[in-house]
Protein backbone atom coordinates (compact mmCIF):
# COMPACT_ATOMS: atom_id res chain seq x y z
CA UNK A 1 0.00 0.00 0.00
CA UNK A 2 3.11 2.38 1.34
CA UNK A 3 4.29 1.79 -2.37
CA UNK A 4 0.39 2.96 -3.96
CA UNK A 5 0.96 6.08 -2.05
CA UNK A 6 4.18 6.97 -3.24
CA UNK A 7 2.76 6.58 -6.90
CA UNK A 8 0.34 8.67 -6.49
CA UNK A 9 2.41 11.39 -4.85
CA UNK A 10 4.95 11.08 -7.94
CA UNK A 11 1.91 11.53 -10.03
CA UNK A 12 0.63 14.56 -8.48
CA UNK A 13 4.36 16.14 -8.47
CA UNK A 14 4.85 15.32 -12.23
CA UNK A 15 1.89 17.00 -13.21
CA UNK A 16 3.30 20.19 -12.16
CA UNK A 17 1.39 22.59 -12.80
CA UNK A 18 -0.68 21.00 -15.18
CA UNK A 19 -4.20 22.49 -16.06
CA UNK A 20 -7.18 20.69 -15.37
CA UNK A 21 -8.78 21.63 -18.99
CA UNK A 22 -6.03 20.40 -20.34
CA UNK A 23 -7.09 17.12 -19.49
CA UNK A 24 -10.31 17.38 -21.76
CA UNK A 25 -7.59 17.33 -24.81
CA UNK A 26 -8.30 13.49 -24.86
CA UNK A 27 -11.61 12.99 -26.65
CA UNK A 28 -13.64 11.22 -23.82
CA UNK A 29 -12.32 12.54 -20.85
CA UNK A 30 -16.30 13.16 -19.95
CA UNK A 31 -17.35 9.62 -20.62
CA UNK A 32 -14.19 8.46 -18.94
CA UNK A 33 -14.43 10.13 -15.48
CA UNK A 34 -17.95 9.73 -15.29
CA UNK A 35 -19.88 7.00 -13.85
CA UNK A 36 -23.99 6.70 -13.89
CA UNK A 37 -26.62 4.07 -11.43
CA UNK A 38 -29.81 4.02 -12.36
CA UNK A 39 -29.88 7.51 -13.38
CA UNK A 40 -27.57 8.99 -11.30
CA UNK A 41 -24.61 10.97 -12.95
CA UNK A 42 -21.16 11.12 -11.08
CA UNK A 43 -19.04 13.49 -13.45
CA UNK A 44 -15.53 13.76 -11.81
CA UNK A 45 -13.83 14.67 -15.41
CA UNK A 46 -13.38 18.04 -13.60
CA UNK A 47 -10.49 16.93 -11.08
CA UNK A 48 -6.75 16.96 -12.23
CA UNK A 49 -7.06 13.55 -11.81
CA UNK A 50 -5.46 11.31 -14.84
CA UNK A 51 -6.00 7.55 -15.85
CA UNK A 52 -2.47 6.57 -14.23
CA UNK A 53 -3.71 8.51 -10.83
CA UNK A 54 -7.06 6.70 -11.10
CA UNK A 55 -5.31 3.57 -11.68
CA UNK A 56 -3.31 3.59 -8.72
CA UNK A 57 -6.18 4.75 -6.64
CA UNK A 58 -8.47 1.99 -7.73
CA UNK A 59 -5.46 -0.50 -6.93
CA UNK A 60 -5.33 1.49 -3.16
CA UNK A 61 -8.77 0.54 -2.89
CA UNK A 62 -8.52 -3.07 -3.49
CA UNK A 63 -5.21 -2.96 -1.77
CA UNK A 64 -7.17 -1.71 1.39
CA UNK A 65 -9.28 -4.81 0.75
CA UNK A 66 -12.39 -2.75 0.12
CA UNK A 67 -14.46 -5.76 -1.65
CA UNK A 68 -14.04 -7.83 1.26
CA UNK A 69 -14.58 -4.91 3.77
CA UNK A 70 -17.63 -4.32 1.65
CA UNK A 71 -19.04 -7.63 2.02
CA UNK A 72 -18.13 -8.19 5.84
CA UNK A 73 -20.91 -5.08 6.34
CA UNK A 74 -23.53 -6.47 4.32
CA UNK A 75 -23.25 -9.81 5.60
CA UNK A 76 -23.12 -8.10 9.38
CA UNK A 77 -20.17 -9.02 10.57
CA UNK A 78 -19.29 -6.94 13.96
CA UNK A 79 -17.20 -4.44 12.05
CA UNK A 80 -17.95 -1.86 14.35
CA UNK A 81 -15.55 -3.23 17.00
CA UNK A 82 -15.01 -1.24 19.51
CA UNK A 83 -18.95 -1.40 20.15
CA UNK A 84 -19.11 -4.92 19.34
CA UNK A 85 -21.67 -4.14 17.05
CA UNK A 86 -22.40 -5.28 13.16
CA UNK A 87 -23.44 -2.05 10.91
CA UNK A 88 -26.94 -3.36 8.97
CA UNK A 89 -28.23 -0.09 8.17
CA UNK A 90 -28.31 -1.38 4.58
CA UNK A 91 -30.74 -4.11 5.62
CA UNK A 92 -33.41 -1.32 6.64
CA UNK A 93 -33.72 -1.07 2.79
CA UNK A 94 -33.14 -4.76 1.61
CA UNK A 95 -35.16 -6.51 -0.14
CA UNK A 96 -33.93 -9.96 -0.11
CA UNK A 97 -35.65 -12.64 1.72
CA UNK A 98 -33.14 -15.24 2.64
CA UNK A 99 -32.01 -15.08 6.18
CA UNK A 100 -29.45 -12.21 8.01
CA UNK A 101 -28.23 -13.33 10.93
CA UNK A 102 -26.48 -11.48 13.83
CA UNK A 103 -26.07 -12.85 16.93
CA UNK A 104 -27.32 -16.52 15.54
CA UNK A 105 -30.90 -14.54 14.93
CA UNK A 106 -32.30 -13.71 11.92
CA UNK A 107 -33.10 -10.05 11.92
CA UNK A 108 -35.33 -9.97 9.04
CA UNK A 109 -38.34 -10.62 10.39
CA UNK A 110 -38.15 -7.76 12.86
CA UNK A 111 -37.24 -5.29 10.20
CA UNK A 112 -39.98 -6.19 8.17
CA UNK A 113 -42.27 -6.56 11.01
CA UNK A 114 -41.56 -2.69 12.41
CA UNK A 115 -41.92 -1.15 9.24
CA UNK A 116 -45.35 -2.60 9.45
CA UNK A 117 -46.07 -1.26 12.60
CA UNK A 118 -44.47 2.29 11.81
CA UNK A 119 -46.95 2.10 8.60
CA UNK A 120 -50.09 1.13 10.04
CA UNK A 121 -49.30 4.06 12.82
CA UNK A 122 -48.36 6.56 9.58
CA UNK A 123 -51.80 5.62 8.22
CA UNK A 124 -53.98 5.87 11.31
CA UNK A 125 -52.30 9.00 11.53
CA UNK A 126 -52.62 10.62 8.27
CA UNK A 127 -56.19 9.47 7.62
CA UNK A 128 -57.12 10.25 10.66
CA UNK A 129 -58.24 7.13 12.62
CA UNK A 130 -55.52 7.64 15.59
CA UNK A 131 -56.95 10.72 16.74
CA UNK A 132 -55.95 13.30 19.42
CA UNK A 133 -57.24 12.80 23.11
CA UNK A 134 -60.27 15.15 22.25
CA UNK A 135 -60.98 13.48 19.01
CA UNK A 136 -58.99 15.77 16.57
CA UNK A 137 -57.25 14.62 13.79
CA UNK A 138 -53.48 15.48 14.58
CA UNK A 139 -51.96 18.18 12.38
CA UNK A 140 -48.63 18.42 13.60
CA UNK A 141 -45.90 16.01 14.77
CA UNK A 142 -43.08 17.24 16.76
CA UNK A 143 -40.02 15.30 16.56
CA UNK A 144 -37.41 15.66 19.79
CA UNK A 145 -34.19 13.77 18.78
CA UNK A 146 -30.57 15.49 18.27
CA UNK A 147 -27.56 13.82 15.97
CA UNK A 148 -28.52 11.27 14.24
CA UNK A 149 -32.31 11.33 15.61
CA UNK A 150 -33.00 14.40 14.19
CA UNK A 151 -30.77 15.21 11.09
CA UNK A 152 -31.86 12.42 8.88
CA UNK A 153 -35.56 12.83 9.44
CA UNK A 154 -35.59 17.17 9.60
CA UNK A 155 -33.22 17.08 6.13
CA UNK A 156 -35.32 14.17 4.30
CA UNK A 157 -38.95 15.98 5.14
CA UNK A 158 -37.56 19.12 3.45
CA UNK A 159 -36.40 16.85 0.36
CA UNK A 160 -39.17 15.31 0.02
CA UNK A 161 -41.72 18.19 0.28
CA UNK A 162 -43.33 18.12 -3.04
CA UNK A 163 -44.66 14.75 -1.71
CA UNK A 164 -46.07 16.07 1.67
CA UNK A 165 -49.38 15.21 2.50
CA UNK A 166 -49.09 14.39 5.72
CA UNK A 167 -49.25 16.35 8.95
CA UNK A 168 -46.84 19.35 9.47
CA UNK A 169 -43.79 18.25 10.75
CA UNK A 170 -40.98 20.60 13.09
CA UNK A 171 -37.75 19.31 14.67
CA UNK A 172 -36.72 20.22 17.99
CA UNK A 173 -33.01 19.38 19.15
CA UNK A 174 -31.34 21.95 20.59
CA UNK A 175 -30.90 22.20 24.47
CA UNK A 176 -31.39 25.74 24.21
CA UNK A 177 -34.92 26.45 25.57
CA UNK A 178 -35.47 29.01 22.74
CA UNK A 179 -35.54 26.04 20.12
CA UNK A 180 -38.51 24.03 22.38
CA UNK A 181 -40.54 27.22 22.81
CA UNK A 182 -40.39 28.87 19.52
CA UNK A 183 -41.57 25.76 18.20
CA UNK A 184 -44.47 25.10 20.89
CA UNK A 185 -45.65 28.58 20.76
CA UNK A 186 -47.30 28.07 16.90
CA UNK A 187 -49.24 24.89 17.93
CA UNK A 188 -51.82 23.66 19.34
CA UNK A 189 -51.74 20.84 22.06
CA UNK A 190 -54.77 19.21 20.95
CA UNK A 191 -53.73 18.53 18.22
CA UNK A 192 -49.68 17.64 18.63
CA UNK A 193 -48.36 14.17 18.26
CA UNK A 194 -45.18 14.54 20.01
CA UNK A 195 -42.15 12.09 18.72
CA UNK A 196 -39.60 11.76 21.18
CA UNK A 197 -36.71 9.86 19.15
CA UNK A 198 -33.26 8.94 20.64
CA UNK A 199 -31.24 5.76 20.09
CA UNK A 200 -30.15 5.94 23.93
CA UNK A 201 -32.97 7.40 25.15
CA UNK A 202 -30.79 8.71 27.64
CA UNK A 203 -29.49 11.72 25.75
CA UNK A 204 -29.63 15.08 28.08
CA UNK A 205 -30.50 17.74 25.08
CA UNK A 206 -33.64 14.98 24.11
CA UNK A 207 -34.71 14.49 27.38
CA UNK A 208 -34.82 17.87 28.43
CA UNK A 209 -36.76 18.75 25.39
CA UNK A 210 -39.18 15.95 25.89
CA UNK A 211 -39.70 16.50 29.55
CA UNK A 212 -40.63 20.36 28.55
CA UNK A 213 -42.84 19.18 26.26
CA UNK A 214 -44.69 16.69 28.05
CA UNK A 215 -45.49 19.78 30.39
CA UNK A 216 -46.32 21.52 27.88
CA UNK A 217 -48.66 18.31 26.28
CA UNK A 218 -50.67 17.98 29.95
CA UNK A 219 -51.20 21.68 30.69
CA UNK A 220 -53.02 21.63 27.28
CA UNK A 221 -54.59 18.09 27.19
CA UNK A 222 -54.53 16.81 30.62
CA UNK A 223 -54.16 13.54 31.69
CA UNK A 224 -54.71 11.99 28.91
CA UNK A 225 -50.76 12.81 27.36
CA UNK A 226 -50.37 9.17 26.10
CA UNK A 227 -52.30 9.71 23.43
CA UNK A 228 -50.09 12.21 22.23
CA UNK A 229 -47.19 10.67 22.47
CA UNK A 230 -44.73 8.37 20.29
CA UNK A 231 -41.42 7.05 20.73
CA UNK A 232 -38.56 5.92 18.93
CA UNK A 233 -35.38 4.28 20.48
CA UNK A 234 -33.85 1.19 21.32
CA UNK A 235 -34.15 1.37 25.16
CA UNK A 236 -37.73 0.43 25.65
CA UNK A 237 -37.87 0.71 29.55
CA UNK A 238 -37.10 4.36 29.17
CA UNK A 239 -39.77 4.72 27.14
CA UNK A 240 -41.94 3.08 29.55
CA UNK A 241 -40.61 4.90 32.50
CA UNK A 242 -41.72 8.31 30.34
CA UNK A 243 -44.77 6.50 30.12
CA UNK A 244 -44.91 5.48 26.46
CA UNK A 245 -47.26 2.77 25.33
CA UNK A 246 -45.52 -0.06 24.08
CA UNK A 247 -47.81 0.17 20.83
CA UNK A 248 -46.21 3.47 20.25
CA UNK A 249 -42.98 2.55 20.61
CA UNK A 250 -40.67 1.87 17.51
CA UNK A 251 -37.78 -0.18 18.36
CA UNK A 252 -34.49 -0.96 16.45
CA UNK A 253 -31.14 -2.66 16.89
CA UNK A 254 -27.91 -1.11 18.19
CA UNK A 255 -26.68 -2.60 14.74
CA UNK A 256 -28.18 0.35 13.48
CA UNK A 257 -26.11 3.40 14.34
CA UNK A 258 -27.38 6.89 15.09
CA UNK A 259 -26.19 8.84 11.49
CA UNK A 260 -27.26 5.70 9.43
CA UNK A 261 -30.62 5.43 10.81
CA UNK A 262 -33.39 7.43 9.34
CA UNK A 263 -34.19 4.46 7.27
CA UNK A 264 -35.64 2.70 10.07
CA UNK A 265 -38.20 3.84 12.62
CA UNK A 266 -36.00 7.37 13.15
CA UNK A 267 -37.41 7.74 9.89
CA UNK A 268 -41.07 7.94 11.70
CA UNK A 269 -41.73 11.52 10.65
CA UNK A 270 -40.66 10.97 6.79
CA UNK A 271 -43.86 8.42 6.61
CA UNK A 272 -46.05 10.78 8.35
CA UNK A 273 -45.47 13.45 6.15
CA UNK A 274 -44.98 11.52 2.74
CA UNK A 275 -47.04 8.30 3.36
CA UNK A 276 -45.98 5.01 3.21
CA UNK A 277 -45.35 4.38 -0.56
CA UNK A 278 -43.16 7.10 -1.16
CA UNK A 279 -41.10 6.31 2.12
CA UNK A 280 -40.76 2.36 0.50
CA UNK A 281 -39.30 4.65 -2.95
CA UNK A 282 -36.77 6.30 -0.90
CA UNK A 283 -35.88 2.50 1.01
CA UNK A 284 -36.09 1.21 -3.02
CA UNK A 285 -33.57 4.20 -3.67
CA UNK A 286 -31.14 3.25 -1.28
CA UNK A 287 -31.18 -0.52 -1.63
CA UNK A 288 -30.48 0.44 -5.44
CA UNK A 289 -27.81 2.07 -4.54
CA UNK A 290 -26.24 -0.81 -1.81
CA UNK A 291 -26.92 -3.18 -5.01
CA UNK A 292 -24.92 -1.03 -7.20
CA UNK A 293 -22.13 -0.68 -4.68
CA UNK A 294 -22.06 -4.34 -4.14
CA UNK A 295 -21.69 -4.81 -7.69
CA UNK A 296 -20.81 -2.25 -10.49
CA UNK A 297 -16.55 -2.94 -11.28
CA UNK A 298 -14.77 -0.84 -8.92
CA UNK A 299 -13.83 1.56 -11.93
CA UNK A 300 -17.86 2.34 -12.72
CA UNK A 301 -18.98 2.16 -8.68
CA UNK A 302 -20.27 5.47 -7.60
CA UNK A 303 -19.36 5.42 -4.04
CA UNK A 304 -15.94 3.92 -4.67
CA UNK A 305 -15.13 6.89 -7.10
CA UNK A 306 -16.12 9.24 -4.76
CA UNK A 307 -14.76 7.67 -1.81
CA UNK A 308 -11.18 7.87 -3.91
CA UNK A 309 -11.61 11.15 -5.38
CA UNK A 310 -12.07 12.20 -1.61
CA UNK A 311 -8.61 10.58 -0.54
CA UNK A 312 -6.91 12.30 -3.49
CA UNK A 313 -7.90 15.41 -2.62
CA UNK A 314 -7.22 15.04 0.90
CA UNK A 315 -3.69 12.99 1.50
CA UNK A 316 -2.65 13.54 -2.15
CA UNK A 317 -3.23 16.76 -2.66
CA UNK A 318 -3.64 17.85 0.97
CA UNK A 319 -6.85 20.09 1.00
CA UNK A 320 -8.46 19.92 4.40
CA UNK A 321 -11.96 20.35 3.56
CA UNK A 322 -14.29 20.22 0.83
CA UNK A 323 -18.13 22.34 0.28
CA UNK A 324 -21.20 20.16 -0.68
CA UNK A 325 -23.37 22.76 -2.61
CA UNK A 326 -26.76 21.40 -3.27
CA UNK A 327 -28.35 23.59 -6.32
CA UNK A 328 -31.58 22.39 -4.86
CA UNK A 329 -32.98 24.58 -2.25
CA UNK A 330 -34.64 21.42 -0.75
CA UNK A 331 -31.68 20.01 0.04
CA UNK A 332 -30.93 22.98 2.32
CA UNK A 333 -30.37 20.54 5.22
CA UNK A 334 -28.13 18.13 3.11
CA UNK A 335 -24.28 19.54 4.24
CA UNK A 336 -25.91 19.24 8.44
CA UNK A 337 -26.50 15.60 7.51
CA UNK A 338 -23.29 15.11 5.94
CA UNK A 339 -21.28 16.45 8.40
CA UNK A 340 -22.96 14.22 11.17
CA UNK A 341 -22.72 11.43 9.02
CA UNK A 342 -18.84 12.06 7.55
CA UNK A 343 -16.87 13.57 10.30
CA UNK A 344 -18.46 11.60 13.31
CA UNK A 345 -17.76 8.54 11.22
CA UNK A 346 -14.04 9.50 9.71
CA UNK A 347 -13.12 12.17 12.20
CA UNK A 348 -10.39 9.93 14.06
CA UNK A 349 -6.89 9.56 14.63
CA UNK A 350 -6.13 6.06 14.93
CA UNK A 351 -6.85 2.87 13.44
CA UNK A 352 -9.42 0.50 13.69
CA UNK A 353 -6.66 -1.52 15.79
CA UNK A 354 -5.85 1.70 17.93
CA UNK A 355 -2.62 2.90 15.85
CA UNK A 356 -2.13 6.49 15.16
CA UNK A 357 -3.15 6.82 11.63
CA UNK A 358 -0.54 6.94 9.18
CA UNK A 359 -2.65 9.86 6.86
CA UNK A 360 -4.46 12.47 7.69
CA UNK A 361 -8.61 11.67 7.85
CA UNK A 362 -11.41 13.38 8.00
CA UNK A 363 -12.47 15.89 5.84
CA UNK A 364 -13.57 18.82 6.86
CA UNK A 365 -17.80 19.38 4.92
CA UNK A 366 -19.17 22.39 4.93
CA UNK A 367 -21.72 23.85 2.48
CA UNK A 368 -25.13 25.76 1.67
CA UNK A 369 -26.78 25.34 -1.47
CA UNK A 370 -26.64 27.70 -4.53
CA UNK A 371 -27.45 29.83 -5.87
CA UNK A 372 -27.23 31.49 -2.02
CA UNK A 373 -23.52 30.34 -1.47
CA UNK A 374 -22.56 32.70 -4.53
CA UNK A 375 -23.27 35.56 -2.66
CA UNK A 376 -21.57 34.85 0.16
CA UNK A 377 -18.77 32.45 0.35
CA UNK A 378 -18.10 31.35 -3.36
CA UNK A 379 -15.51 34.49 -2.93
CA UNK A 380 -13.15 32.44 -1.30
CA UNK A 381 -13.90 29.38 -3.79
CA UNK A 382 -12.57 31.37 -6.51
CA UNK A 383 -9.70 33.71 -5.43
CA UNK A 384 -8.96 33.11 -1.83
CA UNK A 385 -5.67 30.86 -1.06
CA UNK A 386 -7.19 28.06 -0.48
CA UNK A 387 -8.14 25.55 -2.98
CA UNK A 388 -11.37 23.96 -1.80
CA UNK A 389 -12.81 20.72 -3.57
CA UNK A 390 -16.51 21.64 -4.35
CA UNK A 391 -19.56 18.99 -4.94
CA UNK A 392 -22.37 20.15 -7.29
CA UNK A 393 -25.90 18.56 -6.60
CA UNK A 394 -28.32 19.15 -9.37
CA UNK A 395 -31.47 17.88 -11.02
CA UNK A 396 -32.35 17.93 -15.02
CA UNK A 397 -36.07 18.71 -14.10
CA UNK A 398 -37.86 20.79 -11.12
CA UNK A 399 -40.61 19.70 -8.95
CA UNK A 400 -41.93 23.34 -10.64
CA UNK A 401 -42.94 23.37 -14.19
CA UNK A 402 -44.97 25.97 -14.29
CA UNK A 403 -41.60 28.22 -12.92
CA UNK A 404 -38.93 26.61 -15.70
CA UNK A 405 -37.36 29.78 -16.02
CA UNK A 406 -36.23 29.40 -12.68
CA UNK A 407 -34.79 25.90 -12.80
CA UNK A 408 -32.97 26.68 -16.18
CA UNK A 409 -31.16 30.17 -14.14
CA UNK A 410 -29.97 26.91 -11.50
CA UNK A 411 -28.61 25.08 -13.92
CA UNK A 412 -26.83 27.62 -15.67
CA UNK A 413 -25.48 28.71 -12.67
CA UNK A 414 -24.42 25.61 -11.49
CA UNK A 415 -22.68 24.90 -14.76
CA UNK A 416 -21.42 28.32 -14.59
CA UNK A 417 -19.94 27.85 -11.47
CA UNK A 418 -17.93 24.27 -12.03
CA UNK A 419 -16.96 25.46 -15.40
CA UNK A 420 -15.39 29.29 -13.67
CA UNK A 421 -13.50 27.00 -10.78
CA UNK A 422 -11.87 25.53 -13.18
CA UNK A 423 -10.98 27.65 -16.27
CA UNK A 424 -10.56 30.69 -13.86
CA UNK A 425 -9.33 34.35 -15.72
CA UNK A 426 -5.97 34.57 -16.91
CA UNK A 427 -3.91 37.84 -16.28
CA UNK A 428 -4.21 38.85 -20.06
CA UNK A 429 -7.99 37.90 -20.15
CA UNK A 430 -8.65 40.37 -17.20
CA UNK A 431 -5.91 43.33 -18.56
CA UNK A 432 -7.75 43.13 -21.57
CA UNK A 433 -11.15 43.52 -19.76
CA UNK A 434 -9.14 46.53 -17.10
CA UNK A 435 -8.17 48.12 -20.65
CA UNK A 436 -11.69 48.04 -21.89
CA UNK A 437 -13.54 49.70 -18.35
CA UNK A 438 -10.88 52.46 -19.36
CA UNK A 439 -7.77 51.69 -16.85
CA UNK A 440 -4.30 52.42 -18.10
CA UNK A 441 -0.58 51.99 -17.01
CA UNK A 442 -0.26 50.68 -13.35
CA UNK A 443 -4.05 51.14 -12.98
CA UNK A 444 -4.76 48.78 -15.56
CA UNK A 445 -2.28 46.23 -14.07
CA UNK A 446 -3.56 46.60 -10.25
CA UNK A 447 -7.84 45.91 -11.65
CA UNK A 448 -6.75 43.04 -13.59
CA UNK A 449 -4.68 41.69 -10.67
CA UNK A 450 -8.09 41.54 -8.93
CA UNK A 451 -9.76 40.33 -11.87
CA UNK A 452 -7.88 37.68 -12.17
CA UNK A 453 -9.11 33.99 -11.13
CA UNK A 454 -6.56 31.22 -10.60
CA UNK A 455 -8.69 28.23 -11.76
CA UNK A 456 -7.69 24.79 -11.75
CA UNK A 457 -10.24 24.36 -8.89
CA UNK A 458 -11.26 20.74 -8.95
CA UNK A 459 -15.13 20.01 -8.54
CA UNK A 460 -17.44 16.94 -8.79
CA UNK A 461 -20.99 17.15 -9.95
CA UNK A 462 -24.19 15.16 -9.09
CA UNK A 463 -26.67 15.12 -11.40
CA UNK A 464 -30.23 13.55 -11.19
CA UNK A 465 -33.02 13.65 -13.61
CA UNK A 466 -35.05 14.62 -10.57
CA UNK A 467 -35.52 15.11 -6.92
CA UNK A 468 -37.89 11.84 -6.12
CA UNK A 469 -38.04 9.72 -2.48
CA UNK A 470 -36.42 7.09 -4.77
CA UNK A 471 -33.69 9.48 -6.42
CA UNK A 472 -32.83 11.08 -2.63
CA UNK A 473 -32.80 7.47 -1.16
CA UNK A 474 -29.96 6.70 -4.07
CA UNK A 475 -28.06 10.22 -2.93
CA UNK A 476 -28.07 9.59 0.88
CA UNK A 477 -27.00 5.78 0.34
CA UNK A 478 -23.75 7.08 -1.97
CA UNK A 479 -23.17 9.41 0.74
CA UNK A 480 -23.13 7.02 3.15
CA UNK A 481 -20.82 3.98 0.98
CA UNK A 482 -18.51 7.01 0.41
CA UNK A 483 -18.30 7.37 3.92
CA UNK A 484 -17.55 3.51 4.33
CA UNK A 485 -15.16 3.63 1.61
CA UNK A 486 -12.96 6.76 2.62
CA UNK A 487 -13.43 4.88 6.23
CA UNK A 488 -11.84 1.46 5.02
CA UNK A 489 -9.10 3.70 3.12
CA UNK A 490 -7.76 5.26 6.02
CA UNK A 491 -8.07 1.71 8.33
CA UNK A 492 -10.90 3.70 10.21
CA UNK A 493 -13.61 2.30 12.31
CA UNK A 494 -16.40 4.48 10.83
CA UNK A 495 -19.08 3.77 13.08
CA UNK A 496 -17.96 4.53 16.30
CA UNK A 497 -17.86 7.93 17.85
CA UNK A 498 -16.02 8.25 21.27
CA UNK A 499 -15.16 11.60 20.21
CA UNK A 500 -17.94 13.21 21.56
CA UNK A 501 -18.18 11.54 25.16
CA UNK A 502 -15.13 13.95 26.77
CA UNK A 503 -17.83 17.30 26.65
CA UNK A 504 -20.45 15.61 27.46
CA UNK A 505 -18.79 14.01 30.88
CA UNK A 506 -17.30 17.52 31.44
CA UNK A 507 -20.91 19.47 30.76
CA UNK A 508 -22.27 16.88 33.60
CA UNK A 509 -19.43 18.17 36.25
CA UNK A 510 -20.41 21.79 35.29
CA UNK A 511 -23.87 21.81 35.26
CA UNK A 512 -23.67 22.50 39.40
CA UNK A 513 -21.15 24.75 39.15
CA UNK A 514 -23.08 26.84 36.26
CA UNK A 515 -26.00 26.45 38.73
CA UNK A 516 -24.13 28.17 41.71
CA UNK A 517 -21.73 25.48 43.18
CA UNK A 518 -17.97 26.56 44.26
CA UNK A 519 -16.17 26.27 40.49
CA UNK A 520 -13.36 23.83 42.10
CA UNK A 521 -10.63 22.31 39.88
CA UNK A 522 -11.18 24.21 36.61
CA UNK A 523 -8.73 26.05 34.82
CA UNK A 524 -8.50 29.49 34.68
CA UNK A 525 -10.48 30.28 32.06
CA UNK A 526 -13.21 27.85 32.49
CA UNK A 527 -13.46 29.50 36.23
CA UNK A 528 -13.77 32.90 34.97
CA UNK A 529 -16.17 32.32 32.74
CA UNK A 530 -18.35 30.41 35.31
CA UNK A 531 -17.87 33.45 37.31
CA UNK A 532 -19.35 35.45 34.34
CA UNK A 533 -21.87 33.49 33.62
CA UNK A 534 -23.71 31.77 36.55
CA UNK A 535 -27.37 32.13 37.22
O1 LIG B 1 -23.54 13.05 19.69
C1 LIG B 1 -23.38 11.69 19.79
C2 LIG B 1 -24.60 10.92 19.46
O2 LIG B 1 -24.48 9.73 20.13
C3 LIG B 1 -24.82 10.69 17.97
O3 LIG B 1 -24.01 9.70 17.46
C4 LIG B 1 -26.27 10.38 17.95
O4 LIG B 1 -26.80 10.44 16.67
C5 LIG B 1 -26.80 11.44 18.88
O5 LIG B 1 -25.81 11.54 19.88
C6 LIG B 1 -28.15 11.18 19.48
O6 LIG B 1 -28.16 10.00 20.21
P1 LIG B 1 -29.51 9.32 20.66
O7 LIG B 1 -30.28 8.96 19.45
O8 LIG B 1 -29.12 8.14 21.48
O9 LIG B 1 -30.28 10.33 21.47
Known sequence: MTTVWRKLEENLAAAGDRKIISLFDAPDRFEDF??????????YSKTNLDAAALTLLLELAETAGIAEKREAMFRGDKINTTEDRAVLHTALRATESQPLEVDGKDVRPEIAETLGKMERFANGVRCGEIVAAGGARFTDVVNIGIGGSDLGPAMATLALAPYHDGPRCHFVSNVDGAHVRDTLRDLDPHTTLIIVASKTFTTIETMTNARTALDWLEAGVGPKVREHLAAVSTARELTAE????????????????????????????????????????FLAGGNAMDGHFQTAPLDRNLPILMGLVGVWHRNICGYPTRAVLPYDQRLLRLPAYLQQLDMESNGKSVSADGKPLARKSGTVVWGEPGTNGQHAFFQLLHQGTDVIPTEFLIAGESHEPDLKVHHDLLKANCLAQSEALM???????????????????????????????????????????????FTFGQII???????????????????????????KELSNTLLPMVQGANPTGKDGSTAGLLRKLSS
Not at 246 to 253: L, N, S, W
Not at 477 to 503: K, M
Open 477 to 503: ALYEHRVFVEGVIWGINSFDQWGVELG
Open 34 to 43: SAEADGLLLD
Open 423 to 469: LGRSIEQAMEIAGNLGFEGEQQRIQAEHRTFPGNRPSMTLAYPKLTP
Open 242 to 281: MGIVPDRVFGFADWVGGRYSLWGPVGLPILLAVGPDNFRA
